[in-house]
Antibody, heavy 122, light 107 residues
Framework: QVQLQESGPGLVKPSETLSLTCTVSGGSISSYYWSWIRQPPGKGLEWIGYIYYSGSTNYNPSLKSRVTISVDTSKNQFSLKLSSVTAADTAVYYC????????????????WGQGTLVTVSS | EIVLTQSPGTLSLSPGERATLSCRASQSVSSSYLAWYQQKPGQAPRLLIYGASSRATGIPDRFSGSGSGTDFTLTISRLEPEDFAVYYCQQYGSSLTFGPGTKVDIK
């Protein structure tokens, strides 16, 4: 079955750019939507954005100015960049497959990666 | 943006008891576009329910979802030891938002 694995630095300095990659195994990244979600320590879940394998994207309006999600189908990977980070961006970052209700209408997340903690600190 | 509110914040129950979790939306969620997830400490969320009442693959039938409009419910008919966790609802009728979660802990 499809499995996802996040990778990237666990520590990022304030004002710098957070960069993470999600590797998809057990299936092709093609024909699906893929998403990033984050969870600050001890808090709830926040959707960051999603990308179609073709490269089209949609971002959470609250983060849109700082987020870029890209895809590399040759490596079966997609990536997240979040610029100008602050301590408020400290969170566990999850990647997940986003299932669609119907064409281009986002639905639910399944499966999820195990998550990676990113701490923003100098 | 549709804001989801979950209640109670914490539900203290014993194994074998019935758990009823509520998720309320600030406006009607179109076509019952609501999902439920279970999250255990140190783990990623796991999909339980989508479309308000459809169980995901491999989810035991003691988990059931119901509701429409602004009021949705997740019911666990008889709590097993592995069901003590945090449960989140998520709507996808208008963008994508999550509720704050309900913790089900052992009484």
């Amino acid at each position: 079955q499809v499995q996802l694995q996040e990778s990237g630095p666990g520590l990022v300095k304030p004002s710098e750019t957070l960069s993470l990659t999600c590797t998809v195994s057990g299936g092709s990244i093609s024909s699906y939507y893929w998403s990033w979600i984050r969870q600050p320590p001890g808090k709830g879940l926040e959707w960051i954005g999603y990308i179609y394998y073709s490269g089209s994207t949609n971002y959470n309006p609250s983060l849109k100015s700082r987020v870029t999600i890209s895809v590399d189908t040759s490596k079966n990977q997609f990536s997240l960049k979040l610029s100008s980070v602050t301590a408020a961006d400290t969170a566990v970052y999850y990647c997940a497959r986003l299932l669609m209700v119907y064409a281009h209408s986002p639905g639910w997340f399944d499966p999820w990666g195990q998550g990676t903690l990113v701490t923003v600190s100098s | 943006e549709i804001v989801l509110t979950q209640s109670p914040g914490t539900l203290s129950l014993s194994p074998g008891e019935r758990a009823t979790l509520s998720c309320r939306a600030s406006q009607s969620v179109s076509s019952s576009y609501l999902a439920w997830y279970q999250q255990k400490p140190g783990q990623a969320p796991r999909l339980l329910i989508y479309g308000a009442s459809s169980r995901a693959t491999g989810i035991p039938d003691r988990f059931s979802g119901s509701g429409s409009g602004t009021d949705f419910t997740l019911t666990i008919s008889r709590l097993e030891p592995e069901d003590f966790a945090v449960y989140y609802c998520q709507q996808y009728g208008s963008s994508l938002t999550f509720g704050p979660g309900t913790k089900v802990d052992i009484k």
